[in-house]
């Protein structure tokens, strides 16, 4: 097994020659003289450099950090999502008219929703199922460092760009 980053592709260390100062004439005590028009060469192009690597090990407190964040994140703009559609949906009188049918239905004249208790009631499921999603997510990383172990991890290909920068 070689090193980390091994180089990959046939021009990864491929250099310009180096030019050789004698083959370059002295003009010191020498009249000009005409010499024709020499083509040069398009600027060389590098090809991009490739490296593979291996993702041998996941850090499991790295990725219990990043699953904290992005759940806790994902709960938040979903809170706020909900909240928007039922204040829009109780700005438009839609939240009355269903509270008018389940009140019809059941057979009741004064049914409503409890708003609080339905934020309450949304924030404990969603609570839950952070907290589930993020154990999950690391257990999914220790079973990830127990195949990598066993069979040898991810290789990743990295091509470096140098007409990008």
Same mark, same amino acid.
């Given at each position: 097994?070689?090193?980390?980053? +091994?180089?990959?592709? /046939?021009?990864?260390?491929?250099? &310009?020659?180096?030019?050789? &100062?004698?083959?370059?004439? %002295? ?11 020499? !083509?040069? /060469?398009?600027?060389?192009?590098? &090809? ?6 291996? =993702? ?21 703009? *979903?809170?706020?999502?909900?909240? @928007? ?11 009355? #008219?269903? $509270? ?7 057979? *009741?004249? +004064?049914? *409503?929703?409890? +708003? %609080? !208790? =339905? ?6 499921? #969603? ?8 154990? =999950? *997510?690391?257990?999914?990383? !220790?079973?990830?460092?127990?195949? @990598? ?8 290909? =990295?091509? $470096?760009? $140098?007409? %990008?920068?």
């Amino acid at each position: 097994m070689g090193s980390v980053a +091994d180089d990959i592709g /046939p021009g990864a260390a491929v250099r &310009p020659p180096a030019r050789n &100062p004698a083959s370059v004439p %002295a003009s010191v005590g020498r009249p000009a003289q005409a010499r024709p028009p020499v !083509a040069r /060469p398009a600027a060389q192009v590098e &090809p991009e450099r490739r490296y593979r690597q291996t =993702i041998h090990r996941v850090d499991l407190w790295s990725v219990l950090k990043i699953a904290v964040c992005f759940y806790i994140c994902g709960m938040a703009v *979903t809170m706020v999502a909900l909240i @928007a559609l039922w204040a829009i949906a109780d700005a438009a009188g839609v939240i009355h #008219s269903v $509270e008018k049918f389940l009140g019809d239905l059941l057979q *009741t004249k +004064d049914f *409503t929703f409890l +708003d %609080a !208790a =339905i934020l309450r009631g949304a924030l404990l499921v #969603s609570a839950v199922l952070v907290v589930l999603q993020i154990v =999950i *997510t690391v257990i999914a990383a !220790a079973f990830y460092n127990v195949f @990598a172990e066993l069979f040898g991890g991810v290789e990743i290909t =990295i091509s $470096e760009d $140098e007409t %990008a920068l």
